[in-house]
């Protein structure tokens, strides 16, 4: 059990790491961090508003199950975040209101967005880190993504590699998993400023 915990805990540590809060920690005082967690948080918030922008080579919609589904090099940009993968599945949710209708062309009606799926050579990009696998999934109302399949997380140069990968995007935090067959594996190389100022 105490290994387990310890396990734990050095996990945590490493993806404080890689997300470079050490540092931050390290370098900045305390006000200055809460200043700057609150502008992040703002930011992620703002980004949840703006417009999806979808590019693929099909569109495919399927107005019954409130599903459309982008096939072929699909690309949806957010923001500052950017999700490409083989096929882009958008869920809706169902729209309670239906005095008021949202009619996007050839598609019907639809409600507001409930989660982005991204099928085969995920690819989710956002300032400073990459996420990559076979498989994940975006849901809009809590800003997470879950990524399986041959899941890492790069920052730079540190790698994170494990079975699941769940990224809080309003948080700017990250908990990569272990399953049976597959442990947790990071590779972390130490700062360059921190080596000089030693």
């Not at 922008?53 to 459309?68: G, H, M």
Request: charged fraction near 30%; aromatic fraction near 6%.
């Amino acid at each position: 059990m105490f290994a387990e915990i310890r396990e734990k805990k050095s996990i945590s540590l490493l993806l404080l790491s890689l997300w470079g809060v050490f540092v931050v920690l390290a370098l900045i005082p305390g006000a200055v961090l809460a200043k700057q967690a609150a502008s992040t948080q703002k930011k992620a918030k703002m980004d949840r508003n703006q417009p999806i922008q979808i590019v693929s080579d099909r569109l495919d919609a399927y107005d019954e199950t409130k599903n459309v589904i982008f096939s072929g090099n699909a690309v949806a940009t957010q923001g500052d975040k950017v999700i490409k993968a083989d096929r882009l599945i958008i869920h809706y949710k169902e729209n309670p209101d239906k005095t008021k209708k949202k009619e996007i062309r050839g598609m019907g009606e639809t409600g507001d967005l409930d989660q982005v799926e991204a099928v085969g050579h995920v690819i989710i990009t956002q300032p400073g880190r990459v996420v990559t696998g076979d498989h994940a999934i975006f849901y809009q109302d809590s800003q997470k993504v879950v990524m399986t399949g041959n899941a890492a997380m790069r920052e730079g140069k540190n790698v994170i590699v494990g079975h699941r990968i769940i990224v809080y995007l309003d948080e700017d935090r990250g908990v990569v998993e272990s399953d049976q067959n597959k442990r947790v594996t990071a590779t972390i190389y130490p700062s360059e400023k921190k080596q000089e100022k030693k």
